[in-house]
């Protein structure tokens, strides 16, 4: 997942994480951990799935398009591996 998501947006996210520093840097606000790469966390959820959540900086006009291009590859790379990664069944939801 992580792969995809450097793929994806890696090279434009450093590019703004870079932006978004001097900006700070401009501000009394303190400096805040801001990732120069995509991030992915896993956390579980309230009826035991496992629940993948990747953060990355994109601008906010291409958030839907950036989305949507990462849940296909993601889910693409994800179903490759049916020992590894199981989705729920309809009825079990």
């Known amino acids: 997942m992580q792969k ?3 793929r ?14 001097e900006l700070l840097a401009q501000t009394p ?3 805040l951990q801001v990732q120069e790469k995509p991030v992915v966390m896993f956390r579980v959820s ?4 496992l629940e ?13 398009r950036v989305k949507t291009r990462l849940i296909k590859e993601l889910l693409a790379e994800l179903n ?5 990664v ?3 069944n309809d009825n079990l939801r």
Not at 52 to 64: C, D
Not at 80 to 84: A, F, G, K, L
């Open 8 to 21: 994806e947006v890696g090279e434009a996210m450093m590019k703004q994480v870079r932006v978004f520093r």
């Open 4 to 6: 995809i998501a450097e």
């Open 80 to 84: 490759q591996e049916p020992d590894r």
């Open 46 to 49: 309230e009826n035991t799935w």
């Open 29 to 31: 606000v303190d400096q």
């Open 52 to 64: 993948a959540i990747v953060r990355y900086l994109v601008h906010p006009k291409e958030a839907g």
């Open 86 to 88: 199981m989705f729920p």
